[in-house]
């Protein structure tokens, strides 16, 4: 069974930085495309990046220019790079892997304080 795992999480002041991992129990390349997610209490789930199998990256607006995801292959992970925090980036940050399905990780928190 494929399992994700995040870590990473935190509380942080606004201006801070975090590296999320996500580490996948299968082979990294067996997934089309691999993203984080975020969901704040109340709203829905939102994708913040996205890194394809050909290292193709897309971002949310509300990220571009401080948030970074990056794969590590060899260790079969991937890494989302948060700089600039703002208190409005606080939610529980989500793994998601795409190969015939979704696959999820159990969730990350993260806390920005102002």
């Known amino acids: 069974q494929v399992q994700l795992v995040e870590s990473g999480g935190g509380l942080v002041q606004a201006g801070g930085s975090l590296r999320l991992s996500c580490a996948t129990s299968?082979?990294?390349?067996?997934?089309?495309?691999m993203a984080w997610y975020r969901q704040a209490p109340g709203n829905q789930r939102e994708l913040v990046a996205r890194?394809?199998?050909?290292?193709?990256?897309t971002y949310a607006d509300s990220v571009k220019g401080r948030f970074t995801i990056s794969r590590d292959n060899a260790k079969n992970t991937v890494y989302l790079q948060m700089n600039s925090l703002k208190p409005e980036d606080t939610a529980v940050y989500y793994c998601?892997?795409?190969?015939?399905?979704?696959?999820w990780g159990q969730g990350t928190q993260v806390t920005v304080s102002s």
């Open positions: 890194i394809t199998r050909n290292d193709i990256t």
């Open positions: 998601n892997g795409v190969y015939s399905r979704n696959y």
């Open positions: 299968a082979s990294i390349f067996m997934f089309y495309n």
